[in-house]
């Protein structure tokens, strides 16, 4: 009769650990203790069961942050020209500038790349005699980049010597009945010889310019300026005593004598008969326009196919037969 109740008390056993055993599995990680109904029976287990289940972990992750985007660089970068100083005088044609620049940048002139080491650069330069100007350019990675400008004097440091200038002929006081005359004199080789805003030819050390006068007492005052700047002035005094003609008066002049444009041209003006027409012709261009009725006349003409720095003959003629002749000289300066 014992047995009936101990299988009884097994069944419930069962039962209530197999009801815990389905909580678990429910609820995640739990811990069972399980102790045998009843007292000892050999056919119980004699230990306490402990039974784990894995706790699955729910928490969301977040996503990381993104880095936000770098401000772009704007700022340029640090530049500076140590040698030669500024407005310098230098005795040779050939010089090595150099400065201060920040690491990793490039350092330009024109085309040219200057050597860079580290926060130094330099760069060697051939010089003109005279004024030259250089504009150096450096860039950073960003392409940002800093410009400073270096004038340098290539001649004796500080030439301040006028040049050498003096009017041979005319004589001072000379009296004309032209009423355009040639001025001539010398310069120093090199030097620039003007009247106004007008050029004068200058072939080594000897210039000339034609010039036109008014009636009675004509002061004329030209300068002449080296190529360190420096300038030095000469006056004379020319009496036109000429009379007008009757009916009409020519005379021709030109403007320049000279030109360094990319296309080269001189103007050419003066005087004649109403209605006649006047014509300049050279080898490598030429015009024509009609006199005014006040009696003045005025004509540009291009030289387009003028050779480099060859004068050539330039010839004025009008209708009513007189003809003047001039000379002309692409200098080539604007190419």
């Known amino acids: 009769m014992r047995g009936k109740p101990f299988a009884a008390a097994f069944v419930a056993f069962l039962l209530v650990f197999l009801g815990g055993a389905a909580i678990a599995g429910v609820n995640g990680s739990t811990t069972q203790v399980v102790s045998p109904p009843g007292g000892e029976s050999h056919d119980a287990p004699d230990k306490t069961t402990t039974t784990t289940a894995p706790v699955k972990d729910t928490k969301s992750v977040e996503e990381p942050t993104k880095d936000e985007k ?23 044609q050939v010089i090595v500038v150099s400065g201060g620049v920040e690491p ?47 004038v340098v004097h290539y001649g004796e440091e500080g030439d301040t010597t006028p040049p050498r200038f003096e009017i041979t002929s005319p004589a001072n006081g000379h009296e004309t009945r032209d009423k355009v005359i040639v001025v001539k004199g010398v310069v120093d080789p090199g030097a620039k010889v003007l009247v106004g805003d007008r050029r004068a030819t200058v072939d080594g050390d000897n ?76 080898a490598y261009g030429s015009g024509r326009v009609e006199v005014g009725e006040d009696g003045h006349w ?34 080539g300066e604007g190419h």
């Open 70 to 92: 770098p401000e772009r660089d704007t700022t340029p970068p640090r530049f500076e020209i140590r040698s030669p100083a500024n407005n310098s005088y230098v005795d040779r």
């Open 207 to 282: 210039w000339k310019i034609e010039v036109e006068l008014k009636k009675g007492k004509n002061i004329l005052t030209f300068k002449a300026y080296d190529a360190a700047g420096n300038k030095s002035v000469a006056t004379i005094y020319v009496y036109y005593v000429g009379g007008d003609h009757p009916d009409y008066e020519f005379w021709a002049t030109q403007k320049y004598g000279s030109c360094g444009e990319e296309v080269p041209y001189d103007v050419f003006y003066g005087k004649g008969k109403p209605g006649s027409v006047i014509e300049v012709g050279s």
């Open 104 to 150: 990793g940048a490039k350092v330009f002139l024109g085309d040219r790349r200057a050597t860079v080491e580290g926060d130094d650069w330099k760069i060697e330069v051939e010089l003109k005699k005279g004024i030259n100007t250089q504009r150096f350019k450096a860039f950073d990675e960003a392409g940002n980049y800093t410009v400073r400008g270096l």
């Open 298 to 331: 005025e004509l540009k003409v291009y030289f387009e196919t003028a050779p480099f720095g060859e004068s050539f003959k330039v010839t004025v003629a009008a209708s009513t037969g007189e003809t003047k002749y001039f000379h002309f000289v692409n200098t």
